[in-house]
C-alpha cells in the first residue's frame, strides 16, 4: 500500500528565513508520481509540482525547490527566503504511474506560518 | 486560465437529508474526482470517473454516495442521507488525459459541509 508521511505538523519561521518540508513515501511500484500542493488559509488546493519517480533531478521555481531521493524515498520542499504569503498547509502526495485515473495518497500536511 | 469551480461554497444541511455538490471541471479533461477533507485532516480520495462511469472508488464511498456526469460538464457527488461524520470539506478534481503516468489533478475551491 502507498504512504505518505509528513511528519512535521506545523512549522514557524521569521519571514525571510528558509524552510523545509520534509516528505517521506512508501510505495511497492517502481513507476510513481509525487505531488506537493498548497492549501493557503482560504481553503483551496493549489498545485505545486509533480514530480516522476524516473527523474531525480533537483527542480527550482524561483523561491521554491524540490529535493527528490529515491534512495530515502523522500521529496522535501524548500522555500527560500520565505514571505508571510507563504503561511499555508503543505501537503506532499502521491499516485501509481498507470494508465487511466490515479487517485493520489496524500500525507497529513505541514501547517507552515510565516511571521512578519 | 481554466479552472474547476465547485457549488455551493458552504451548505448546511441536518442529519438525514440529501444533499448534492456540484463541480464544473475544466472543459478538456477526461478524468474527475471526488476527495474529502475532513477538518485539521488529511485530504482523502473518495472516487474516480471516466467515461460515464467510476473507475475507482475507496472504502469511505459506500451506497449513500454516488456521482453522476448529467450533462456535458456538470459533475456530482450525492450523498442520500447525511450523517455528522460527512462534515467536512467536499474537493472535485480533474485531470486532462490518461497518458502512460499520472496526470496532475487540478482541484476545485471546495464545498464545506456540515451536518447538524
Known amino acids: 500500500a502507498q504512504k505518505v508521511t509528513q511528519a512535521q505538523t506545523e512549522i514557524s519561521v521569521v519571514e525571510k528565513e528558509d524552510v523545509t518540508l520534509d516528505c517521506v513515501y512508501e510505495?511497492?511500484?517502481?513507476?510513481?508520481?509525487l505531488f506537493w500542493y498548497k492549501q493557503p488559509p482560504s481553503g483551496e488546493l493549489v498545485f505545486l509540482i509533480r514530480r516522476n519517480s524516473f527523474d531525480e533531478q533537483n527542480e527550482i521555481s524561483g523561491r521554491y525547490s524540490w529535493n527528490f531521493q529515491k534512495s530515502t524515498s523522500s521529496f522535501n520542499f524548500t522555500i527560500t527566503a520565505s514571505q508571510v504569503v507563504d503561511s499555508a498547509v503543505y501537503f506532499c502526495a502521491l499516485s501509481e504511474a498507470r494508465l487511466g485515473n490515479t487517485p493520489l495518497v496524500f500525507g497529513k500536511g505541514t501547517r507552515l506560518s510565516v511571521i512578519a | 486560465e481554466p479552472e474547476v469551480t465547485q457549488t455551493p461554497s458552504h451548505q448546511v444541511t441536518q442529519m438525514g437529508q440529501e444533499v448534492i455538490l456540484r463541480c464544473v471541471p475544466i472543459s478538456n479533461h477526461l478524468y474527475f474526482y471526488w476527495y474529502r477533507q475532513i477538518l485539521g485532516q488529511k485530504v482523502e480520495f473518495l472516487v474516480s470517473?471516466?467515461?460515464?462511469?467510476?473507475?475507482?472508488k475507496s472504502e469511505i464511498f459506500d451506497d449513500q454516495f454516488s456521482v453522476e456526469r448529467p450533462d456535458g460538464s456538470n459533475f456530482t457527488l450525492k450523498i442520500r442521507s447525511t450523517k455528522l461524520e460527512d462534515s467536512a470539506m467536499y474537493f472535485c478534481?480533474?485531470?486532462?488525459?490518461?497518458?502512460?503516468?499520472?496526470?496532475?489533478?487540478?482541484f476545485g475551491p471546495g464545498t464545506r459541509l456540515l451536518v447538524l
Open positions: 478534481a480533474s485531470s486532462e488525459r490518461a497518458g502512460v503516468g499520472a496526470e496532475t489533478q487540478y
Open positions: 470517473f471516466y467515461n460515464n462511469e467510476i473507475s475507482e
Open positions: 510505495t511497492r511500484d517502481t513507476t510513481y508520481y
